[in-house]
């Protein structure tokens, strides 16, 4: 499994949970990597995890800090030389309730992280590195993008301008960079816990396929996205959910 030797990628959020098992897969296939998430010590963790300084950095920060964006992107490039691939993966989600009810300073903050956020990553690495030399961009939406998400709509809303930016940009950064999305449905992270933990029985009874993601499931489909496999295949978002919104569920 080489199929990315010879790149860097920057994968944010990445201390634990889906953003590490991405970034775990892309070692696997050769690349090396920068993580970024807020915690430093959970960042060291998953550093070793990677198999240390010759395959992976970690530089800790808030994914919109325009001051940590930029000193990630330039630690990556010092310490690997290049910075070819991007995973758009930090994303929040502190409200959960009716639109009618949100807090609208909380509304604010979900689309500044997860997707001007999202955005602002893609315009460092362009500045610093793509719009040069090209690269490949994938985005970790959701599947709350796609279809309507009771109870966590703001965090939907988020994702689905996540989806509409990954199309925009790329009409935009074409022919050489490429820019792509996946949508999980609920994968077995700390961060999704709310929506299973107590009942992964029933909730996985509604998917077709009996049983809820993992971030390997992810990671599979992510590696694929970045690598020359396709490289004819830009601008889509990739449903990764086990058939659930086949039977109208999210």
């Known amino acids: 499994m080489n199929g990315l030797a010879g790149k860097v990628a920057i994968v944010t959020g990445a201390s634990r949970g889906i953003g590490l098992g991405i970034a775990q897969r892309l070692v696997e296939e050769g690349a090396k990597v920068c ?3 807020r915690k430093p010590e959970a960042l060291d963790e998953a550093v070793a995890a990677l198999g240390g300084p010759e395959h992976a950095i970690a530089v800790a920060g808030k994914a919109d800090d325009p001051e ?11 310490a690997f030389g290049s910075l070819d691939l991007l995973v758009n993966n930090a994303g929040i989600n502190p ?22 956020g999202a955005l602002a990553w893609v315009q460092v690495a362009h500045r610093a590195w793509m719009g040069e030399h090209g690269g490949a961009v994938v985005n970790i939406s959701s599947v709350s993008g796609v279809k309507p998400a009771p109870m966590i709509a703001m965090y939907g809303a988020s994702k689905a301008m996540m989806i509409s930016l ?7 950064l074409g022919p050489t960079i490429r820019v792509n999305a996946v ?12 929506l299973y933990e107590g009942r992964e029985d029933e909730v ?14 992810v990671a599979g489909a992510v590696a694929f996205l970045l690598s020359d496999d396709a490289a004819w295949l830009t601008g889509q ?12 569920g999210v």
């Open 35 to 37: 993580i970024t998430a």
């Open 68 to 78: 940590h964006r930029e000193d990630a992107v330039r630690r990556t490039i010092e």
């Open 95 to 116: 409200v959960f309730g009716p639109l009618v009810e949100l807090d609208l300073a909380a509304a604010r903050k979900v689309v500044e992280v997860n997707a001007l």
């Open 166 to 172: 990954t199309e925009s940009l790329a009409v935009e």
């Open 183 to 194: 949508a999980p449905a609920v994968v077995k992270t700390a961060f999704a816990g709310p």
């Open 204 to 217: 996985a009874a509604h998917y077709p396929l009996q049983r809820l993601g993992v971030p390997e499931d």
């Open 237 to 248: 978002t990739v449903v990764l959910d086990g058939g659930v919104t086949l039977t109208g």
